[in-house]
């Protein structure tokens, strides 16, 4: 298995009732899974405990055959290669789109950075866009680039929170067509958190619906 | 749940720890000292003078607070509610005094009322009126009740207007359709409704007074304060001092207990989003005349009155005050003030950064931790910390005779560290609460979203944090440098020998009877204060709307 979670239980520390009971989900390798679930259910919670934002109360989650987390380990989010596209994208407004892409990449010549940021780029259809500022661009390519800076150091797992939530209603055929053809062509496992199932049933190759 | 704490949260999480027990030192050696065998001093004081401390500290204390009230809540009320001419320029005029420290207001209005001052010196010449001195004594309780109340009523107008502004449009206009006149809306209403703002303004305005010295001291009124500072310069009686101090940080912490108490879960600040003004009821005729007559006259005595005098005075003497030892005051106050400035921010920067990043108990302990000098008076910080500074020394000794046989036995406890260290611990609130609300507005995903980019804790706040938050770090630097430049009772107590600040200046010209010699020093920090609360009030309330 490529992204193995088991037995895992998360509650917020003011509250006795836990969000997440005894959540359990195995993921191929490529494979674009969407946790599909009512507001409150729990399912961005299951992301952050992925992406190390978050520490369960108990259960395991490995990537790659890695623990990242159980009870004895807990891999700090940097550590982990899982990239994150935040529901409301969180790009760094201090810095441009480009260098926000280049953000995640380490240990690069600048050279190969600025290869890897203009590939990016190519691959989410904004060539041309490296030397503006996040509040310049629309609220659909504020998500490609979003996605693009996730992308860019090469994550085992990409986790997209609601990503079709800030968008337009008509955008969103457009916009799922062209996410499923970006996630494809970059070949990359994902899980997607959605509240509505045509988003769910457009892009995801497998439905895991998550009741309270 | 160790998990948790392998990271580079652990480092933050040790320094933020270390600078927490920095700051709570000179507190917990008051409180460890505080039952230290009783001595003659002591005795004698508890037995003839003690009454007479509580008394008068309490009558001030009540009395500025029940001024302040009336001042505060009345022209708010009249300023949120009624349109008159200058309206708008009184709403935020009505913050000024706050720029003149009550240290300088009481001197100025010495100096004013003497019998060589402007106002006899005018009755004799123009009347041939001869006053009884008595009539126009200010150096009494109620004189220091007058200043205190004229000069610090601005923190219960502030957070009253506000109040009112933001939050109960909609329950005064509820009233006002129900046929309830604005006289009685404002006593059954508006009162009740916004006590919690009106007690957190006072409780501002009560720990200002508790700290204040330099009031109290002039006017010869024996306060805690002043009988701190007696015990430990006159007597050198450290005992004596510490119990003193440890029954006027009593007195302290019932205070905020009352705080608390009476806002209860609630916070009065308001939410940003969708706030609707008051629909101001215009006033016309007389009526439009009493309210701009009563925020004029307030605003004269308070701000106008004496900034016209120390003008005066400030022509009358500047050839002689302005020479280079002048420059070399002004450089003092700036050198530590932006060096304690500096150090609030970074201190404030790391607590801050580690108690959001964990938010879990210590991190909130940490965080309210931080902001309890503020609340401690001068004068007891200084004990506290010549106590520690003392021992420091005792147990360094042999460590100084090593790098210099010929070291005196005082080397931390004579030097400008212990100043600034008291500054640190002293003004740390506000340099905190700028930084944690910048932490606030900015949240936690660009935090998160660089470390699943792969960046550490630390990496992130340098490359991110750090940039993100740079104006409230710099609201912060402002807002600390200014309370520091004003700073007297810490100053007096513990500058090195010799060392003297803008403040120190204003005290001791004043202290020699040489009241118009204060005017520059004096104008130069209100300069300063009035363009912080300009750059505050009109540039963050612009940001606002």
Redesign the interface.
């Known amino acids: 298995m490529y992204v193995e979670i088991a037995g895992l239980a998360f509650g917020y ?1 003011n509250s006795n009732e836990k969000v997440i009971k005894d959540f359990n989900l195995q993921i191929q390798q490529g494979e674009i899974i969407s946790l599909l679930g009512i507001s409150g259910s729990g399912k961005s919670t299951v992301l952050r405990l992925i ?3 978050e ?1 369960p109360e108990s259960g395991l989650i490995k990537i790659q055959n890695r623990v990242v ?1 159980d009870s ?3 891999i ?5 290669g ?3 596209v ?1 529901q ?1 994208y ?1 790009l ?3 810095l441009t789109v480009g260098k926000n892409i280049e ?2 990449l ?1 240990k690069m010549s600048r050279k190969e950075k600025g290869k890897k940021v203009a590939e990016m780029l190519e691959l989410v259809n904004l060539r041309g866009y490296g030397h503006r500022y996040p509040y310049e661009l629309s609220g659909g390519q504020q998500q490609r680039v979003a996605l693009a ?2 992308l860019a ?1 090469s994550p085992s797992v990409l986790l997209l929170d609601e990503p079709f939530s800030n968008l337009d209603k008509d955008l969103q055929v457009k916009i799922r067509t062209e996410l499923k053809n970006i996630l494809k062509s970059a070949g990359i496992t994902t899980i997607i958190v959605t509240h509505d199932r045509d988003d769910a049933e457009a892009v995801a190759d497998r439905i895991i619906v998550i009741e309270q | 749940m160790f998990r948790h704490w392998r990271s580079g949260v652990t480092v933050w999480g040790i320094i933020s720890g270390m600078l927490i027990l920095f700051i709570l030192f000179p507190s917990s050696t008051i409180i460890g000292n505080v039952f230290n065998e009783t001595n003659e001093n002591w005795l004698h004081i508890k037995q003839y003078l003690l009454k007479e401390y509580i008394s008068n500290t309490i009558l001030i204390v009540v009395s500025t607070g029940v001024f302040s009230v009336i001042l505060g809540t009345g022209l708010a009320w009249v300023v949120s509610v009624y349109n008159f001419p200058f309206r708008s320029f009184f709403k935020w005029a009505l913050i000024l005094p706050l720029a003149i420290p009550p240290y300088i207001a009481a001197y100025t209005y010495t100096g004013l009322l003497s019998y060589t001052g402007l106002i006899q010196t005018f009755l004799r010449n123009a009347f041939s009126l001869q006053i009884n001195q008595k009539h126009v004594n200010i150096m009494s309780i109620e004189g220091a009740v007058a200043i205190f109340s004229l000069f610090l009523f601005p923190y219960v107008y502030t957070i009253t207007r506000v109040f009112l502004e933001k939050q109960s449009a909609s329950l005064i206009e509820n009233s006002r359709v129900l046929g309830k006149s604005p006289t009685v809306i404002f006593f059954r209403v508006v009162l009740p409704l916004s006590r919690a703002a009106i007690f957190g303004g006072t409780s501002l305005v009560i720990l200002e007074v508790l700290n204040d010295y330099g009031v109290v001291q002039y006017f010869g009124i024996t306060t805690f304060s002043t009988a701190i500072f007696k015990a430990w310069f006159a007597l050198g009686d450290v005992d004596t001092a510490i119990k003193l101090s440890g029954l006027l940080m009593s007195m302290v912490i019932l205070i905020l207990i009352i705080e608390k108490l009476f806002r209860g879960r609630k916070k009065f600040s308001y939410t940003t989003t969708k706030v609707r003004p008051i629909a101001r009821i215009q006033l016309k005729g007389v009526k439009a005349l009493v309210a701009f007559g009563c925020c004029f006259v307030v605003l004269c005595f308070s701000f106008l009155i004496p900034i016209l005098q120390l003008f005066h005075w400030a022509l009358l003497t500047y050839q002689k005050i302005l020479d280079p030892e002048f420059l070399g005051l002004m450089l003092n106050s700036v050198i530590v003030a932006g060096t304690a400035s500096l150090l609030i921010i970074i201190a404030a920067l790391i607590i801050g950064n580690y108690s959001r990043i964990t938010e879990n108990f210590i991190g909130k302990a940490y965080s309210k931790i931080a902001v309890l000098g503020y609340s401690i008076p001068g004068s007891v910080i200084s004990i506290g910390i010549i106590v520690f500074f003392v021992a420091m020394d005792n147990r360094f000794f042999w460590l100084y005779k090593i790098f210099d046989p010929e070291s005196s036995k005082l080397v931390l406890s004579s030097s400008i560290a212990m100043l600034i260290f008291a500054y640190v611990i002293r003004f740390l609130a506000v340099g905190f609460n700028s930084i944690e609300a910048g932490f606030e507005k900015v949240g936690k995903k660009f935090f998160e979203a660089s470390r699943t980019l792969g960046m550490t804790v630390t990496q992130t706040f340098f490359r991110i944090d750090l940039i993100m938050i740079r104006q409230t770090i710099l609201a912060g630097f402002v807002l600390a440098f200014i309370d520091i430049m004003k700073e007297l009772p810490l100053t007096l107590i513990l500058r090195p020998f010799n060392f003297d600040t803008l403040a120190t200046k204003v005290y001791q010209y004043a202290s020699d009877e040489m009241i118009p010699e204060a005017s520059i020093p004096s104008l130069l920090i209100i300069a300063v204060s009035f363009m912080a609360i300009y750059f505050f009030h009109k540039v963050v309330e612009r940001e606002d709307k």
């Open positions: 520390k992406a190390g934002l520490v987390v004895s380990t807990f700090q989010p940097e550590d982990r899982v990239g994150m935040f409301d969180a760094f407004p201090h953000f995640g380490v800076r996730a150091p």
